[in-house]
């Protein structure tokens, strides 16, 4: 059923399955696509995504349920905001159908990879659209390629579900006001490598981005979007920024913080010297789940919000969003898709 694998010491690190998914575009039409093995892409060397960052992508994941079924978590939505992406980079819009198609596939195909249930690891899919084919000058390529590829992963933070330190990053923009910080184009990731990498050597779990206008408002992680649970304990508060990623796992936490939680949930500016009004905060993602933030250092100051353990709104998010993304709890209408394995 499974291969053997150490599913419970899994981190979040690349392997190379058996099968991934190819579309070619070219002439304004997609090839119908299908599954072809291996991890290697042969690109010509001007390549508009190699060059000039032509390059959109998502990350969904496909989870083992306790009776062995395997299902996803809102993949329409990861192909709508695919397609936002590749709106704003001049590249073509994949059709739902074959995004849809494409990503059960390759579920299908790599079934033994899917972690049993219960040991935290999921299928982690990474459906990526690239301009391709020849081209120099600073123009939209000719050619496209729509791939989707796949992985087992364990946690993206170290140990998951555990209070993490973040800090902010003041000197480092991840993305313009008017820029592609809403859409997941790989050139929003070049930009969070610094900022990424001095935030791990100083300790912290990521760097936390302010808005690149005043520098006052907080934006959200580098691979996850921010939210709070306020002192008063009535709301949950997530940033509204034109130039953060439109998470699938934040819109999906909004709606439970109210149909389970009983919270209001509001996108709404959050000072970072207003950190005192927030009793809880978190990372949330598909990679990064739910993080909570144990505490955020800004400037000299270094801001532990509660105890410094896992806020009691926060663990029942978690536990009612893995609830449904494992198949135990039951979530609203259509956000669970089975995939015939
Ligand atoms: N923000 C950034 C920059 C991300 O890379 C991600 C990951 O996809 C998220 C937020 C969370 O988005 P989602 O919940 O749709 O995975
Ligand atoms: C995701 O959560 O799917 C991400 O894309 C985050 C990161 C690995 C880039």
């Given at each position: 059923m499974t291969?053997?694998l150490?599913?419970?010491?899994l981190?979040f690190?690349?392997?190379?399955?058996?099968?991934?998914y190819?579309?070619?575009w070219?002439?304004?039409a997609?090839d119908?696509?299908?599954?072809v093995?291996?991890?290697?892409?042969?690109?010509?060397i001007?390549?508009?995504?190699l060059?000039?960052g032509?390059s959109?992508?998502?990350?969904l994941?496909?989870?083992?349920?306790k009776?062995?079924?395997i299902?996803?978590?809102?993949?329409?939505q990861n192909?709508?905001?695919l397609?936002?992406?590749?709106?704003?980079?001049?590249m073509?819009a994949?059709?739902?159908?074959?995004f849809l198609?494409?990503v059960?596939?390759v579920?299908a195909a790599?079934a033994?990879?899917?972690p049993p249930?219960?040991t935290?690891?999921?299928?982690?899919?990474r459906?990526l659209l690239?301009g391709?084919?020849?081209?120099?000058g600073?123009?939209?390529?000719?050619?496209?390629l729509?791939?989707v590829?796949?992985?087992?992963?364990?946690?993206?933070y170290k140990?998951?579900?555990?209070?993490?330190k973040?800090?902010v990053a003041?000197?480092?923009d991840?993305?313009?006001h008017f820029?592609?910080?809403q859409?997941k184009?790989?050139?929003?990731?070049?930009?969070?490598l610094?900022a990424?990498?001095?935030?791990?050597e100083h300790?912290?779990g990521?760097?936390?981005?302010?808005?690149?206008?005043?520098?006052?408002?907080i934006?959200?992680?580098g691979s996850?979007?921010?939210?709070?649970?306020?002192?008063d304990?009535r709301?949950?508060?997530?940033?509204k920024?034109?130039?953060?990623?439109?998470?699938i796992?934040?819109?999906?936490?909004?709606?439970?913080?109210?149909?389970?939680?009983?919270?209001?949930?509001?996108?709404?500016r959050?000072?970072?010297?207003g950190?005192?009004?927030?009793?809880?905060?978190g990372a949330?993602?598909?990679?990064?789940?739910?993080?909570?933030?144990q505490s955020?250092?800004?400037r000299d100051h270094?801001h532990q919000?509660g105890d410094?353990g896992?806020?009691?709104?926060?663990?029942?998010?978690y536990d009612?969003?893995v609830?449904i993304?494992?198949?135990?709890?039951?979530?609203?209408?259509?956000w669970v898709?089975?995939?015939?394995?």
């Open positions: 291969v053997n150490d599913w419970e010491n981190g690190d690349y392997m190379e399955l058996p099968y991934r190819d579309a070619h070219k002439d304004g997609w119908e696509g299908g599954l093995q291996g991890g290697s892409l042969t690109l010509n001007s390549s508009p995504a060059h000039y032509q959109a992508f998502e990350g994941k496909a989870y083992r349920t009776s062995g079924a299902q996803l978590f809102r993949p329409d192909a709508a905001r397609n936002r992406s590749a709106s704003q980079l001049l073509p994949v059709p739902t159908d074959q198609a494409a059960k596939q579920v790599n033994e990879y899917v249930y219960g935290g690891a999921t299928l982690y899919l459906p690239i391709v084919g020849e081209n120099i600073v123009a939209p390529a000719k050619e496209y729509f791939t590829f796949a992985m087992p992963v364990g946690a993206y140990g998951g579900m555990v209070p993490t973040f800090m003041e000197t480092y991840r993305a313009a820029g592609t910080g859409s184009v790989g050139g929003n990731y070049a930009a969070s610094q990424g990498k001095y935030a791990h300790g912290f990521d760097a936390i981005y302010l808005d690149p206008i005043e520098h006052r408002y934006e959200e992680v996850a979007n921010f939210f709070a649970i306020t002192k304990g709301k949950f508060v997530t940033p920024s034109p130039s953060i990623l439109q998470s796992t934040r819109r999906s936490l909004m709606d439970l913080a109210t149909s389970v939680c009983g919270l209001a949930a509001e996108e709404t959050i000072p970072i010297d950190l005192n009004d927030l009793a809880e905060a949330c993602g598909t990679a990064a789940v739910i993080t909570p933030i955020i250092t800004y270094v919000f410094g896992v806020g009691p709104i926060t663990q029942k998010l009612t969003l609830g993304q494992n198949g135990d709890v039951e979530g609203p209408a259509g898709v089975t995939v015939e394995a």
